[in-house]
């Protein structure tokens, strides 16, 4: 770890106006503090977050569930609020890293890092979710842009995840064993208008699979996945999983899935 | 009073560990302490043009820099391996230099090129960044299956071969397979394991010029061994001014055995610069550069006759040695796994050829089982196989071969004391519920599962090990352990021993062998080790010898402790030696009601000529004091052995192998402290489990590891096992006064193939270690596809 001045802001604005070119946000640190150990990352500030009070909380209405961005994952997950209106999501909070990472980390920097086998990203992709910032308000399609890439500019922070409530929603992923990270996590969301499908974890960015969408919204069963034959072409191949076996391993989910629902 | 040995004792030291009081290496810190970061090498292979170290000397707090050709002008030795192979053209093995710091070549990524040595850890690798090392790259050989068949990594080391090694009858061998009735046959690879140890390694080299003593704080599993190889082989410091501790150490399974370069470089650059250094790795560091395991590539033939009966065994292994021949890693895939390939069955011939290369990867060396798992791997797999193809239930085929007659000397090397095979195996069928297995088949079947089930009946070697039997073949040490039972004034015992504890919990099992001996209540059992400076030598603990060995020791002078205690206890009882009898305690003078507690004769011994009824309560010609060394070395290994039978289910559409039920029934001999045995099974068989379907390491061609932290590589965790189901049937060890045979590497060595039958059973097709859920997809799908096609 390189030295940096450590500084914590009590509120948004001064968090903004802490920000520089050479500063990081803190919330829950489960990816910046291992980054600053191997010194793949380094920064002159490091601006804690987690004392401002308006970022944190759950509110729930008829529409949407808002969760604030330092949130924490065991938050998310025993939250009653969200296990009423959208229970895959408190599912996918449970299911996120070890007992640790979901008393630390929090939602905001998971979406803000954008891994692309982290889980939060493809529930806010599949709830349609819009993103709340300091600054604007942009919907999940367009906040992911690529790998460990997003639309927020530098010092921008998230202040809120707003998700739409589905009539059904589930997700099921395939861990990989060693870090718990998605080797492929599957999101599904049925509205009154739509079938949103998000995939995590198989491709360099999370994303929205059409043919699963497009075969649900015409039968939203278990049987209409049968059939499909998902394409492998764009997605990760690695030392754990090969595209072909990311391509099956979306199948499996999606039926998993849709088996919880 | 009710014996110590064999009881639950709870464990004397778990308070330390518990509540944070433990005292590691890296919990010690000195005055005017320093801090060093190696800088390692980026490349697997590679010439070192040009180290520019002057941007680094002039960074922030450098104290100083270092560099192979420092060490070199030095005449500082390398490290060395401990055992000498010859292979079978009668030539002694070849092993290239291994320097502390690389002189001209760097050999696998990770490599040590050089020190720098800072005020703060920060000043360190900050400094670190700067030193500029210009490298020539060249084509890395990293397939051993490759080695011999690419370019010389050295100079002189022809096809990379460090030895090509035979053991067996070649001649008989062949015959009894050309009049084999079947003949089965496995190509098998056996997957490199990284030790992964909960505390990482460290060292801190601390001099003292104002009286030329060196102490190294170091994580060994042996410091008295350490201190010798870096005195004698190294040059680093004579041997009597150079103190070696190892404190409280978080787990070693093997990859804590050897004096590493951290170690050599910090205490000879403590000498350098008159101040202490100190060396934590990082996790990654210890994935890079702490000794791998296992990483063997086998062929092998079993010959069978009409009636089932093994004929004869043939065994080509080619092992991955690494970059260097590490300090156990030529003895590793030869003595200690050539003799065990026939385990538990009466074979009458054999033959096994063993050819180590060098490869630019991590040097490779003993962990957990050491070269045991690797024999145990490849006879049960192919056991296994052979009842199947032959048509014969997995438990009957083996009974049929098993050796039944005690001592049995082996066609190869080892002459077993004791055993009951078919005790433990029939124990185990009845424990798992063998006769049941097909109605569990069926239930998992209608929830789309693939249910297997896989024996391993497996034997090891330990207590390693007779010190004229090892040096015959090249061992370059004895391995007997030494002890030192040293009774207090007061009555309290202090029992130095030159095993070390890493989490074997020594100080209860060795406190229950005493408190029994002696009668002496454990709590006032004190057991001391890790410290050159304190008791004697000491050959320290690997290879399941701890007890058996050390253990064997210490019950030795327990007895010397006895004896002299008669002597004493007789004059002051006014009686002869001949007729004091020791009894929990107590010297009692035969036909009398007249006796001594072993703690007033302690004390009589220390303060003689204060104590009471006579003038002196010592004898003409007996020293005052009592204390008593012993030396043990044994007469022969010990022989555990066990059947482990394992089910699991395979989910067919992600291909993953959940084991699902675990039963071990092992022959330890005598066992001291059932719970602390009981940890040591569940350890290893996380160790084995996690090397059948979890545990991998992979460098890609050009020598990177890509598994070098926990985001890749697969450690196994509490929610990848079901409950293990654990039993023991027991016959003591001959060879060794305790009847202990060892327990600390059975999980490791008997899991492996117990898990592979079982996914082989379920999913009916050869899949190779670690059965990761990919991997038995694509099984199930070319099976699939086979089918189809037929």
Redesign the interface.
């Known amino acids: 770890m390189k030295t940096f001045n450590f500084k914590s802001a009590n509120n948004i604005k001064e968090a903004s106006k802490l920000s520089s070119s050479r500063s990081t946000f803190l919330a829950g640190g489960m990816t910046l503090i291992p980054a600053l150990k191997l010194r793949l990352a380094a920064y002159s500030e490091v601006i804690n977050i987690k004392g401002i009070k308006k970022l944190s909380g759950i509110k729930a209405s008829s529409k949407s569930v808002k969760i604030g961005s330092i949130t924490k994952h065991v938050e998310v997950s025993n939250s009653k609020e969200v296990k009423k209106s959208i229970p895959s999501l408190a599912v996918l909070a449970e299911g996120i890293g070890d007992p640790q990472v979901r008393n630390r980390g929090t939602i905001g920097g998971s979406i803000a890092n954008n891994d692309p086998a982290a889980d939060y990203p493809s529930a806010c992709m599949a709830l349609n979710a819009t993103i709340h910032t300091n600054i604007k308000k942009v919907t999940a399609d367009k906040f992911f842009k690529g790998m460990f890439e997003t639309n927020l500019k530098k010092g921008e922070l998230i202040e809120a995840i707003e998700f739409q409530i589905p009539e059904k929603s589930a997700y099921a992923k395939y861990p990989n064993p060693a870090s718990r990270y998605a080797i492929v996590g599957v999101y599904i969301a049925k509205f009154k208008t739509e079938v949103r499908v998000a995939i995590t974890g198989a491709g360099n960015c999370v994303f929205r699979s059409k043919e699963l969408e497009t075969a649900l919204s015409n039968n939203f069963s278990s049987s209409s996945i049968d059939n499909l034959n998902i394409s492998s072409k764009d997605l990760n191949s690695d030392i754990h999983a090969s595209a072909e076996y990311r391509a099956h391993m979306i199948e499996v989910m999606a039926k998993k899935a849709m088996e919880n629902m | 009073m009710t014996s110590l040995v064999g009881s639950r004792v709870e464990r004397k030291e778990d308070k330390k560990f518990l509540t944070g009081k433990g005292r590691y290496t890296s919990d010690i810190n000195l005055v005017h302490q320093t801090y060093a970061c190696f800088v390692r090498s980026p490349h697997a292979r590679a010439k070192i043009v040009k180290i520019d170290i002057e941007k680094a000397l002039k960074a922030p707090g450098v104290v100083k820099v270092f560099t192979g050709d420092d060490i070199a002008k030095e005449k500082i030795g390398g490290l060395i391996a401990g055992w000498k192979i010859v292979s079978q053209d009668g030539k002694d093995m070849k092993v290239p230099d291994h320097p502390p710091l690389a002189k001209s070549s760097v050999n696998y990524v990770g490599d040590h090129v050089a020190v720098v040595i800072a005020e703060t850890l920060?000043n360190a690798?900050?400094a670190a960044d700067l030193v500029n090392v210009s490298y020539k790259a060249m084509k890395a050989i990293v397939d051993p299956g490759e080695s011999m068949d690419s370019d010389e990594i050295y100079e002189g080391i022809e096809q990379n071969l460090c030895f090509d090694f035979v053991l067996g009858d070649k001649g008989k061998t062949d015959d009894a397979f050309s009049s084999a009735d079947k003949v089965i046959e496995l190509d098998l690879r056996n997957n490199r394991l990284i030790p992964n140890a909960m505390e990482p390694r460290a060292c801190i080299g601390d001099y003292n010029s104002s009286t030329d003593d060196l102490t190294l704080y170091t994580t060994s599993q042996n410091p008295h061994l350490s201190r010798l190889v870096l005195s004698a082989f190294g040059g680093i410091h004579p041997e009597h001014k150079f103190r070696v501790v190892a404190p409280d150490v978080g787990g070693g399974f093997g990859s804590k055995i050897y004096a590493y370069a951290e170690d050599a470089v910090v205490a000879w650059a403590s000498k350098k610069i008159e101040r202490p250094i100190k060396w934590v790795a990082e996790r990654?560091e210890s994935f890079l550069s702490d000794c791998h395991g296992r990483d063997h590539i086998t062929n092998v033939k079993l010959a069978l006759d009409k009636d089932n009966k093994i004929t004869g065994l043939k065994v080509n292994t080619i092992a991955n040695i690494g970059a260097y021949a590490s300090l156990f890693s030529t003895v590793t895939p030869t003595y200690l796994y050539a003799p065990l390939i026939l385990g538990v069955y009466d074979i009458p011939t054999a033959f096994c050829n063993v050819k180590a290369v060098f490869t630019n990867t991590a040097p490779v060396d003993a962990y957990r089982g050491a070269g045991r798992p690797e024999a145990t791997y490849l006879i049960e797999r192919i056991i296994s196989k052979a009842a199947k193809e032959v048509g014969m239930d997995q438990a009957e085929f083996r009974k049929n071969n098993f050796i039944n007659k005690f001592p049995h000397q082996q066609c190869l090397v080892h002459n077993i004391d004791s055993g009951d095979y078919r005790a433990h195996l029939d124990k185990a069928l009845e424990i798992s519920d063998y006769k049941n297995f097909k109605n569990r088949k069926s239930e998992s079947a209608t929830k789309g599962k693939l249910r297997g089930i896989g024996f391993s009946t497996y034997l090891e070697a330990c207590g390693i090990a007779p010190s004229a039997v090892v040096m015959s073949i090249g061992a370059g040490v004895g391995l007997w352990e030494s002890a030192e039972v040293r009774f207090n004034a007061t009555g309290n015992v202090s029992v130095f021993t030159g095993a070390h504890s890493h989490g074997q919990g020594h100080a209860t099992t060795f406190a229950q062998i005493v408190g029994d001996k002696l009668g002496v209540a454990i709590e006032n059992i004190d057991v001391i080790h890790g410290d050159t400076d304190k008791g004697p030598f000491g050959m320290g603990t690997y290879g399941s010898r701890s007890l058996a060995v050390g253990g064997s020791a210490i019950a030795k002078a327990c007895d010397k402790i006895i004896e002299k205690g008669k002597k004493v206890a007789a004059h002051m009882l006014e009686g002869k030696a001949e007729d004091v009898d020791f009894k929990e305690g107590d010297f009692i003078l035969k036909n009398s009601n007249k006796k001594k507690t072993i703690g007033e004769i302690a004390f009589a011994c220390y303060l003689p000529g204060q104590y009471g009824e006579v003038k002196s309560p010592l004898p003409e010609g007996i020293e005052p004091g009592l204390k008593e060394t012993s030396f043990y070395d044994p007469v022969n290994f010990s022989f555990p052995a066990g059947t482990h039978i394992c089910e699991v289910e395979v989910d067919q559409?992600?291909g993953?192998t959940k084991v699902v039920k675990y039963t071990a029934v092992d022959d330890f001999g005598t066992i001291i402290n059932p719970m602390i045995v009981e940890g040591q099974v569940h350890g290893g068989l996380a160790q084995g489990i996690g090397q059948a379907l979890?545990e991998n390491s992979?460098y890609d061609k050009s020598g990177q590891l890509?598994?070098a932290s926990?985001?890749?590589?697969?450690?196994p965790r509490a929610d990848?096992f079901p409950h293990f189901k654990i039993d023991y049937t027991t016959t003591p060890a001959t060879s060794n006064p305790l009847g202990s045979k060892g327990c600390g590497e059975a999980g490791a060595i008997a899991a492996p193939p117990a898990v592979m039958n079982a996914v082989i059973d379920a999913i009916e097709t050869e899949v190779s270690m670690p059965a990761?859920?990919?991997k038995v997809?694509?099984k199930i799908k070319e099976k699939h596809s086979k089918k189809e096609a037929a």
């Open positions: 920060e690798k900050n990654s559409d992600s993953e979890y992979h890509t598994t926990y985001m890749d590589y697969t450690m990848n990761t859920a990919e997809w694509k």
